[in-house]
């Protein structure tokens, strides 16, 4: 009888431990493709802790970093069909489905990231966020990727002429794509996963990246010029599958943006010291490094003004237009 009543007792105290376990919590799946090492990836963790912490470990993120469940097309794919919760992805992935993002990714637009940052926190922020909810989207904030600068096999870049006929591999973005083609470059549009393999292979000449990326993807190993041409500003988005996002309690989505919030603003500051950093490393490995004179940039940016035209026809005028009136404000 003794065994019976304490097995019994033991069952009860195993039950109550699991109704009270964290396996019965939410899991909400993020999917991403930097490396685990890469600002934004740290940020996630940060992202996850402080969401398990707001939320009494009601609801918890499982971070799925480095490509582990797809690449960036695979990633988008995902979370509007809503197989994942979220992704942070490049904001160049998204404009396909969203082209309205094209107008914050035009180039030479921002000196530095304080203005691209006032930019995407602003009105233009407000809108294309509009824009990605009409599109199944709720975005939960803007990382840095940062300042995209040209590397190469070929010579060191100086002026508008270098870069005629350099294959250069570029994202899926139009406004990105037709710049190049503007300034007199090849450009190739390629999976970041493909780009390496493709550089060792001499299939591309060059690739551009914030120096961040191209130092944590190792392209010094398989390339030596390196410049600080600042062509685009690129973003992080933080976006998260708005059916899902809208399923979830009024608690659970105040703390899962307050999350967000703080991570991000965690991971611009962290971003901004590691660009630096990253570009004395990759002159540190051996490449050459040939800043951009101002001349040679203000005939780059005559070069692919037709781009904002073409832009402006295709998206509509007033979005960019507050884009760039937001990025010459003093």
Request: hydrophobic residues 40%.
């Amino acid at each position: 009888m003794k065994t019976f009543f304490a097995t019994a007792a033991a069952g009860a105290t195993a039950l109550a431990l699991l109704s009270a376990s964290p396996a019965l919590a939410e899991t909400l799946r993020i999917a991403g493709n930097f490396p685990v090492e890469h600002s934004s990836s740290v940020a996630m963790e940060r992202f996850a802790d402080a969401v398990a912490k707001k939320t009494g470990g009601e609801v918890e993120i499982a971070n799925f970093p480095a490509m582990q469940l797809g690449g960036a097309k695979e990633n988008v794919d995902q979370v509007r069909s809503g197989v994942v919760f979220g992704t942070w992805i490049g904001s160049a992935y998204l404009s396909r489905t969203v082209p309205e993002l094209e107008a914050v990714s035009l180039p030479f637009a921002y000196p530095d990231r304080e203005t691209a940052f006032r930019v995407i926190d602003g009105p233009a922020g407000d809108l294309l966020e509009e824009k990605l909810a009409e599109r199944g989207f709720v975005p939960l904030g803007w990382m840095e990727l940062g300042s995209r600068n040209v590397t190469n096999n070929e010579r060191a870049i100086e002026t508008v002429e270098d870069f005629e006929g350099l294959k250069i591999r570029l994202q899926p973005n139009e406004t990105h794509l037709a710049t190049f083609r503007a300034i007199g470059a090849s450009p190739v549009s390629m999976g970041i996963s493909e780009v390496y393999s493709a550089l060792q292979q001499g299939v591309l000449d060059g690739q551009e990246n914030p120096y961040s990326i191209i130092a944590s993807r190792n392209f010094d190993e398989v390339q030596s010029h390196l410049s600080d041409s600042g062509h685009f500003f690129d973003y992080i988005v933080l976006v998260a599958n708005k059916r899902k996002f809208d399923a979830l309690s009024e608690e659970h989505k105040a703390a899962i943006r307050e999350a967000a919030d703080e991570a991000i603003e965690w991971q611009r500051g962290k971003a901004a010291e590691e660009d630096e950093a990253s570009k004395q490393a990759l002159i540190d490995a051996g490449m050459t490094f040939t800043p951009i004179s101002d001349e040679t940039r203000a005939a780059l940016r005559e070069r692919s003004q037709p781009v904002i035209g073409e832009l402006k026809d295709r998206i509509g005028a007033d979005l960019i237009d507050m884009v760039l009136k937001e990025a010459s404000a003093q």
